[in-house]
């Protein structure tokens, strides 16, 4: 019994340094000002920067397409639910072909997430909202 007990001890001990090494391994405080780039591809965004494809349809596929990571541990996020919110708002608005305020993109902002839960990456939000208030500026609207 005692050998069982010191093999459980063993994968205890080793599941333990494989999660702390994981955890660890997200990042360093290095690259704290590095904004990484939400991860769909980087073409379509790169496109409506430079003004090639800024349709309704594209930036409603876009958004709807659009996944965002969670935020290093111990840092908090967006709440998920706001941020999925307005993002519904932009579809619905290309949807009507009606293009939002681009200062009204500008000027959303989002509660921090709740303890416990740790919503979307903050960095990446943003750098897409970005892209939402060019792209609604192109399409259109007021400035």
């Known amino acids: 019994m005692s050998g069982e007990m010191g093999l459980a001890a063993c994968a205890t001990i080793v599941l333990i340094i494989c999660l702390f090494l994981l955890i660890r391994g997200r990042g360093s405080d290095d690259d704290d ?33 659009i996944t965002f990571r969670r935020p290093r541990m111990g840092r908090p996020g967006y709440e998920e639910d706001e941020v999925d919110a307005f993002l519904d708002e932009v579809i619905r608005a290309c949807a009507e ?13 989002f509660r921090k997430s709740r303890i416990g839960r740790r919503g979307y990456d903050e960095d990446e939000v943003d750098v897409y909202l970005d892209e939402v208030e060019e792209a609604m500026r192109r399409l259109g609207g007021p400035t």
């Open 97 to 109: 072909g009606v293009p939002l305020d681009p200062a009204r993109v500008r000027g959303v902002s």
């Open 33 to 65: 000002d590095a904004v990484p780039e939400p991860r769909i591809d980087a073409r379509p965004a790169e496109a409506v920067r430079r003004g090639r494809e800024h349709t309704f349809e594209t930036l409603a596929r876009r958004t709807d397409e």
